[in-house]
């Protein structure tokens, strides 16, 4: 027999309350069984034919890729385990079809996993390199563990082994324990994936390697906390945890305003039907017995809603979230603002010269406030309606039975699904609108720019046409913008009133013939999902949220991270005898003849006069002594040290520049903060003596009513921004066309 009792599998799959044993075991293990045997030995093929080893060197042997080799090894041995004790000790002697089928099903599976296991961390195949397992398994560990999970749904089956009342039960429960933790621990190690070598065979340069979309979300997130732990307020700290506590309070609340919306129409029927005699003619109620209005559970409600305010979007728990996280999300904007900040600072004066300092600000305005709004958007608008539809499935699967769940857990996957597909279509098509917005603006302009070589060839007709053209492409992108969104509209009210009236069909049949409901369960049924589905409504918009706010980051850290990549295998400046040497260094041609180089060499107290030299070459020269322009040929070093290889902040600390004919300074600043720029509070006023004298500033300084206090305005053009006067080792004038080194 296939079955106990020569019973078919599939005209008993529902027994009792829960899934047949046969149906279960053979059906279901099948299905993961069918899975990987098709997609796992098409993938095994590819590697046996075109894969090659990984050197030894390269292959992971920590602790959680043994873990990993063993629960898979376990698991395999657990299916002859488990059918050998169905077969002794339980059904003794009775050989199930349906034993054998799953004994087989099951150890197969997982020797196949074992299998796409070693051949994803020990070889690879000639393509990009992943970091990660690949889909067939990912797909594969996931079917196991939500096989382990529908053993919740028979938790009142007579079958299964919940009760725990015979030796049967407790074997099959402890075996079943061992798969739910062991497929759950196979599962979430899966996705580390700690055998797949982070640096694959002969694609070992670090810059070349590409994130996944997954990595990269986890550095946003990593990065995101972090500037949640790394303040030093307590308070911050205890608004960010209160916020959570608030979060998790509120699907309870919104869970129990339902809860006692359903009791309370449930007592209003039955007090309405034990006071027949209380209605007055005119349809009014006048109760017998006052003291059974349900006063306590209207107030109850009413508290309830009052903290949800679900409603309105205004409730008193809402509310004070928003206000506890001002804090934690200005601490964040603080912290973000003042790293991204710095790195703005410590980029190169090329990509400086390159981009407006508007832009600068907004990267740094828009990178701190993105992380915040990350966060935000994350925890307060995607993590509660993720909890919700958990909260959800497993509700009406224990309060009503498992169809319940089944029907919103699919009405819910179709409804995110479409989402999520239409609202990234409906993106790029936003995208196709605003360059074809943009191309009609530019187009636009340019030719009323040029309306007089317009007019000198009579082409006032063909612009408009060409305007007119422009303008109906616009419009045309528009249309199939707004087709989009509302296609998305109508996909997601025709899925979330099907849903509803399935689900309103089937909980009237069971008040009306089973009587396994009351009319409160109804509404409760009903409410729920409406409230849920309002949620949903703005999924689209969190999602926009969520990649404009991952957007910004992604700027922004590109250029902090350019900073970090440009400053590895840097030194520091070791001042030593101050020498400074020019070896064959050009600027504009770097295949230029060697007679055009710069040559030149300074020794400690010499002074050498450069002749010959533009102002723009003088200019150069400036840069590149202070590294602030790297594109140069030849070699400049300072004490027999290439300046390519010093850190730049150390170089720029020693070494100060006069220019007095480049006149932008630091405006509305006194001319002492000028002089002092770079080594503020170290310098003496005995200092400044010597650096006004050094300069011949003596004549200009006595002339100024306050001296060295005197306010700096656009007017007095004598000192420049990039002039960084420190006490040094080496000074520089290049006041026609000379260079003074002094110690």
């Not at 749904?153 to 007579?158: L, N, R, T």
């Given at each position: 027999?296939?079955?106990?009792?020569?019973?078919?599998?599939?005209?008993?799959?529902?027994?009792?309350?829960?899934?047949?044993?046969?149906?279960f075991?053979s059906?279901?293990?099948?299905?993961?069984?069918?899975?990987?045997?098709?997609?796992?030995?098409?993938?095994?093929?590819?590697?046996?034919?075109?894969?090659?080893?990984?050197?030894?060197?390269?292959?992971?042997?920590?602790?959680?890729?043994?873990?990993?080799?063993?629960?898979?090894?376990?698991?395999?041995?657990?299916?002859?385990?488990?059918?050998?004790?169905?077969?002794?000790?339980?059904?003794?002697?009775?050989?199930?079809?349906?034993?054998?089928?799953?004994?087989?099903?099951?150890?197969?599976?997982?020797?196949?996993?074992?299998?796409?296991?070693?051949f994803?961390?020990?070889?690879?195949l000639?393509?990009?390199?992943?970091?990660?397992?690949?889909?067939?398994?990912?797909?594969?560990?996931?079917?196991?563990?939500?096989?382990?999970?529908?053993?919740f749904?028979?938790?009142?089956?007579?079958e299964?082994?919940?009760?725990?009342?015979?030796?049967?039960?407790?074997?099959?429960?402890?075996?079943?324990?061992f798969?739910?933790?062991?497929?759950?621990?196979?599962?979430l190690?899966?996705?580390?994936?700690?055998?797949v070598?982070?640096?694959?065979?002969?694609?070992?340069?670090?810059?070349?390697?590409?994130?996944?979309?997954?990595q990269?979300?986890?550095?946003?997130?990593?990065?995101?906390?972090?500037?949640?732990?790394?303040?030093?307020?307590?308070?911050?700290?205890?608004?960010?945890?209160?916020?959570?506590l608030?979060?998790?309070?509120l699907?309870?609340?919104?869970?129990?305003?339902?809860?006692?919306?359903?009791i309370?129409i449930?007592?209003?029927?039955?007090?309405?039907?034990?006071?027949?005699?209380?209605?007055?003619?005119?349809?009014?109620?006048?109760?017998?017995?006052?003291?059974?209005?349900?006063?306590?559970?209207?107030?109850?409600?009413?508290?309830?809603?009052?903290?949800?305010?679900?409603?309105?979007?205004n409730?008193?728990?809402?509310?004070?979230?928003?206000?506890?996280?001002?804090?934690?999300?200005?601490?964040?904007?603080?912290?973000?603002?003042?790293?991204?900040?710095?790195?703005?600072?410590?980029?190169?004066?090329?990509?400086?010269?390159?981009?407006e300092?508007?832009?600068?600000?907004?990267?740094?305005?828009?990178?701190?406030?993105?992380?915040?709004?990350f966060?935000?958007?994350?925890?307060?608008?995607?993590?509660?309606?993720?909890?919700?539809?958990?909260?959800?499935?497993?509700?009406?699967?224990?309060?009503?039975?498992?169809?319940?769940?089944?029907?919103?857990?699919?009405?819910?996957?179709?409804?995110?699904?479409?989402?999520?597909?239409?609202?990234?279509?409906?993106?790029?098509?936003?995208?196709v609108?605003?360059?074809?917005?943009?191309?009609?603006?530019?187009?636009?302009?340019?030719?009323?720019?040029?309306?007089?070589?317009?007019?000198?060839?009579?082409?006032?007709?063909?612009?408009?046409?060409?305007?007119?053209?422009?303008?109906?492409?616009?419009?045309?992108?528009?249309?199939?913008?707004?087709?989009?969104?509302?296609?998305?509209?109508?996909?997601?009210?025709?899925?979330?009133?099907?849903?509803?009236?399935?689900?309103?069909?089937?909980?009237?049949?069971?008040?009306?013939?089973?009587?396994?409901?009351?009319?409160?369960?109804?509404?409760?049924?009903?409410?729920?999902?409406?409230?849920?589905?309002?949620?949903?409504?703005?999924?689209?918009?969190?999602?926009?949220s969520?990649?404009?706010?991952?957007y910004?980051?992604?700027?922004?850290?590109?250029?902090?991270?350019?900073?970090?990549?440009?400053?590895?295998?840097?030194?520091?400046?070791e001042?030593?005898?101050?020498?400074?040497?020019?070896?064959?260094?050009?600027?504009?041609?770097?295949?230029?003849?060697?007679?055009?180089?710069?040559?030149?060499?300074?020794?400690?107290?010499?002074?050498?006069?450069?002749?010959?030299?533009?102002?723009?070459?003088?200019?150069k020269?400036?840069?590149?002594?202070?590294?602030?322009?790297?594109?140069?040929?030849?070699?400049?070093?300072?004490?027999?040290?290439?300046?390519?290889?010093?850190?730049?902040?150390?170089?720029?600390?020693?070494?100060?520049?006069?220019?007095?004919?480049?006149?932008?300074?630091?405006?509305?600043?006194?001319?002492?903060?000028?002089?002092?720029y770079?080594?503020?509070?170290?310098?003496?006023?005995?200092?400044?003596?010597?650096?006004?004298?050094?300069?011949?500033?003596?004549q200009?300084?006595?002339?100024?009513?306050?001296?060295?206090?005197?306010?700096?305005?656009k007017?007095?053009?004598?000192?420049?921004?990039?002039?960084?006067?420190?006490?040094?080792?080496f000074?520089?004038?290049?006041?026609?066309?000379?260079?003074?080194?002094?110690?």
């Open positions: 027999m296939f079955c106990p009792s020569n019973s078919s599998v599939f005209i008993n799959t529902w027994t009792n309350e829960g899934f047949s044993l046969c149906f075991d059906i279901f293990y099948t299905i993961s069984f069918g899975f990987i045997l098709l997609f796992g030995s098409i993938q095994i093929s590819f590697y046996v034919k075109f894969s090659n080893n990984i050197d030894k060197e390269y292959l992971s042997k920590n602790f959680l890729f043994k873990l990993q080799y063993l629960l898979h090894f376990l698991l395999m041995l657990e299916a002859f385990i488990k059918f050998s004790i169905e077969t002794t000790i339980i059904e003794k002697n009775k050989f199930y079809g349906y034993l054998i089928l799953n004994c087989v099903t099951k150890s197969i599976s997982w020797i196949l996993a074992i299998v796409l296991v070693f994803e961390s020990c070889k690879a000639p393509s990009i390199p992943s970091r990660g397992h690949g889909l067939v398994l990912l797909i594969f560990w996931t079917l196991q563990l939500i096989i382990e999970n529908f053993a749904i028979s938790y009142k089956g007579d299964w082994f919940w009760k725990l009342d015979s030796k049967a039960d407790k074997i099959r429960f402890s075996l079943w324990c798969r739910f933790s062991a497929t759950l621990i196979c599962f190690i899966g996705f580390r994936a700690p055998g070598p982070k640096r694959r065979y002969g694609l070992m340069i670090e810059s070349q390697e590409v994130e996944s979309f997954s990269k979300l986890i550095k946003r997130l990593r990065l995101s906390f972090s500037y949640i732990w790394k303040t030093e307020s307590m308070m911050t700290k205890a608004c960010f945890f209160i916020c959570l608030i979060v998790l309070s699907r309870v609340t919104s869970v129990m305003v339902s809860i006692f919306s359903k309370l449930n007592q209003m029927i039955d007090i309405r039907n034990n006071n027949t005699d209380g209605f007055e003619t005119s349809g009014n109620i006048v109760f017998d017995e006052p003291f059974k209005f349900p006063l306590l559970l209207l107030a109850t409600l009413t508290v309830l809603q009052f903290l949800d305010g679900k409603l309105i979007q409730g008193f728990l809402n509310n004070l979230r928003s206000f506890l996280w001002l804090q934690v999300k200005q601490s964040i904007k603080k912290l973000a603002s003042k790293n991204i900040y710095f790195n703005v600072q410590k980029l190169s004066y090329n990509l400086h010269s390159q981009n300092p508007k832009e600068f600000y907004n990267l740094i305005n828009d990178g701190s406030e993105s992380i915040s709004n966060l935000s958007c994350l925890l307060f608008d995607l993590m509660p309606m993720l909890l919700d539809i958990l909260i959800a499935i497993v509700y009406f699967m224990f309060l009503f039975n498992m169809w319940f769940s089944i029907l919103i857990f699919l009405s819910l996957s179709i409804y995110l699904t479409i989402t999520i597909y239409i609202s990234e279509r409906r993106a790029k098509l936003n995208e609108l605003n360059e074809r917005k943009n191309n009609l603006e530019k187009k636009t302009l340019e030719a009323l720019a040029n309306v007089k070589f317009v007019k000198l060839n009579a082409t006032e007709y063909h612009e408009t046409e060409k305007f007119t053209k422009l303008g109906e492409q616009c419009q045309i992108a528009e249309t199939t913008t707004l087709k989009s969104l509302w296609f998305l509209n109508l996909l997601q009210n025709m899925v979330m009133n099907v849903s509803l009236l399935v689900g309103s069909i089937y909980c009237s049949w069971l008040i009306t013939t089973e009587e396994a409901l009351s009319i409160g369960d109804f509404v409760l049924f009903a409410s729920f999902l409406l409230r849920l589905y309002s949620d949903l409504s703005s999924l689209g918009s969190y999602y926009k969520i990649k404009k706010s991952f910004d980051m992604e700027i922004a850290l590109n250029y902090t991270d350019y900073y970090l990549l440009k400053s590895r295998n840097l030194k520091n400046f001042y030593q005898n101050g020498i400074l040497r020019f070896e064959g260094v050009s600027f504009d041609n770097f295949a230029g003849n060697p007679g055009d180089a710069i040559n030149f060499s300074i020794e400690p107290d010499q002074k050498v006069g450069l002749t010959g030299c533009t102002s723009h070459e003088i200019e020269i400036e840069e590149v002594m202070l590294k602030l322009n790297s594109y140069f040929s030849g070699m400049i070093k300072y004490d027999n040290q290439d300046v390519r290889s010093l850190e730049e902040e150390s170089l720029r600390r020693l070494i100060g520049l006069l220019d007095l004919n480049d006149i932008k300074l630091f405006h509305n600043e006194t001319f002492e903060f000028n002089l002092v770079g080594k503020l509070g170290y310098l003496h006023y005995s200092d400044l003596e010597k650096i006004v004298e050094f300069a011949d500033l003596k200009k300084l006595a002339s100024m009513e306050d001296g060295f206090k005197t306010i700096i305005s007017k007095d053009n004598f000192f420049t921004q990039e002039d960084l006067i420190k006490r040094t080792h000074l520089v004038d290049n006041d026609m066309g000379l260079i003074f080194i002094r110690i």
